[in-house]
């Protein structure tokens, strides 16, 4: 057993000092000696002591009357002449300036790519080094589209050959990238045609912010987030959501292939909120809010990202009669809401603040003569109604109120009642939900009254029947 780790340990050794040994590369025009592993219609295969395989031209084999002057086994002198799809390329009949010339040419005729190093940036774009020839490879063609935060100097790109001139002033090679990414951008595309469907959630990548949107690329297409789409809050600024480069998961809202377009929702793969706010805040209970917007019939107040409901007018102020909501209310206000009525269909939510001191109260067991805080929380011309409770409202009527006739009641009533002002008062009768109030001096005045009044009635009905009785005596005559 030792025997065989040791011999798997040396096997080891010898292939990570012969992988060491390996060449990484080739310097443009240099001489390699080659080892023939394989001829095809097109290629002599090289093994040139390094980790890719070496090709050669089949061409560069052949003598003037056709025939193939090596064979498989023999040892060819050749001259590195460039790379091609992570292959070294080679050639024997050449000088080292006219193979690397003759290598740009080819590639430029077959439409090969060619792998080059952008250098440095010129008048109008890079200058891109391209088997030790100067390219020129102008700003719009080296990406899909303008990236002001891309660094491609330093790097190694592969490129495609658009221009070659070669004259007396020398050789003029003009370079894209775009061409190339295009053409992979199309092979991609049609997977993503056979991937892609409406409703899905995708991953892309943000490309570029416009005043109308926000273009994200889906991996072989580019897809728009129309402004509305990017979040369920109302008014925010895109660069506080998203900046290009930034990973995001897209929902797909529609597909034009023919058209070329593809929209997209980042808010739509982040669920709809309506669905959580409303789960967790049903009818009845209490919640914090926070005021958007204010409208003549009442203020619009969010109460999760994208979710928010109305309080209507009439139920701002403390039932004070407002012109405007503005009066209580205003932008950014924080509140204490209680939901009081959820429309699923349209989407809308009925509010009320939730006054604190209305908590507090605790009226008890209500019956007839009891005496208990309240709330002023409306005014209307047949009385005034109290908030006893967060379920119980009770109502003083105008009659127990103890306001004078004539004029304009509520005026009166406002005056002697402010909405809002917290009063005691007593429970005059229960019928059913309907609680009837009266003010405490009311309340025992009508006590007095209804004493005296039945005393009164007593004694004048007993006077009223001994004196019928006397009057029939008196009109007696005795014989």
Not at 385 to 414: C, D, M, N, W, Y
Request: glycine content about 10%; overall charge negative; some cysteine.
């Amino acid at each position: 057993m030792s025997e065989k780790k040791a011999s798997m340990s040396d096997f080891e050794m010898l292939l990570n000092e012969q992988l060491t040994s390996y060449r990484a590369g080739f310097d443009p025009g240099e001489r390699v000696k080659g080892f023939v592993t394989g001829i095809s219609e097109e290629y002599v295969t090289l093994d040139v002591n390094a980790k890719r395989e070496g090709l050669l031209p089949f061409e560069d084999v052949l003598r003037e009357d056709g025939s193939v002057r090596v064979e498989v086994g023999d040892t060819l002198e050749v001259i590195f002449s460039g790379m091609q799809n992570g292959t070294f390329l080679f050639t024997s009949k050449l000088s080292s300036r006219s193979a690397v010339e003759r290598t740009l040419h080819d590639a430029y005729e077959r439409r090969m790519p060619v792998e080059g190093r952008v250098e440095k940036e010129i008048n109008g774009g890079y200058e891109v080094q391209v088997h030790g020839q100067r390219a020129f490879c102008p700003y719009s063609q080296i990406n899909l589209y303008r990236d002001d935060e891309a660094v491609y100097i330093g790097q190694t790109f592969m490129f495609m050959i658009t221009e070659y001139d070669n004259d007396d002033r020398g050789v003029n090679v003009i370079v894209s990238r775009r061409v190339l990414l295009e053409q992979e951008r199309e092979v991609q595309k049609q997977e993503l045609r056979e991937d892609l469907y409406v409703g899905m959630i995708a991953p892309g990548t943000v490309t570029r912010i416009m005043d109308f949107g926000v273009f994200v690329d889906l991996g072989g297409a580019e897809g728009l987030i129309p402004i509305k789409e990017l979040s369920w809050s109302r008014d925010v600024k895109v660069e506080e959501i998203v900046r290009p480069g930034d990973k995001v998961e897209v929902e797909i809202k529609s597909l034009d292939w023919d058209a070329d377009r593809i929209s997209l929702s980042l808010r739509g793969a982040q669920g709809d909120p309506w669905d959580d706010t409303v789960a967790q805040h049903p009818v009845g209970s209490i919640c914090t809010g926070t005021v958007t917007r204010v409208e003549r019939y009442g203020a619009f107040a969010e109460l999760a990202p994208g979710v928010e409901g109305l309080i209507p007018i009439g139920k701002l102020g403390n039932g004070r009669r407002l012109m405007s909501a503005r009066e209580v209310v205003s932008e950014g206000q924080q509140l204490d809401l209680q939901i009081d009525e959820i429309d699923n269909e349209r989407r809308r939510i009925s509010l009320r603040p939730v006054d604190q001191r209305v908590a507090a109260l605790a009226p008890g067991e209500l019956s007839a003569g009891a005496k208990v805080e309240g709330i002023v929380e409306s005014i209307q011309p047949f009385g005034v109604f109290i908030r006893l409770s967060e379920e119980k409202t009770g109502l003083l009527h105008i009659s127990q109120s103890g306001v004078s006739h004539g004029g304009s009641p509520v005026a009166k009533l406002e005056l002697a009642f402010p909405p809002g002002e917290k009063i005691e008062v007593v429970v005059k009768s229960i019928e059913g939900d309907r609680i009837s109030l009266t003010t405490p001096s009311q309340w025992e005045q009508d006590s007095t009254v209804d004493t005296v009044d039945l005393e009164g009635w007593r004694k004048s009905q007993t006077k009223a029947a001994f004196g019928s009785l006397g009057d029939a005596f008196d009109g007696l005559k005795l014989p």
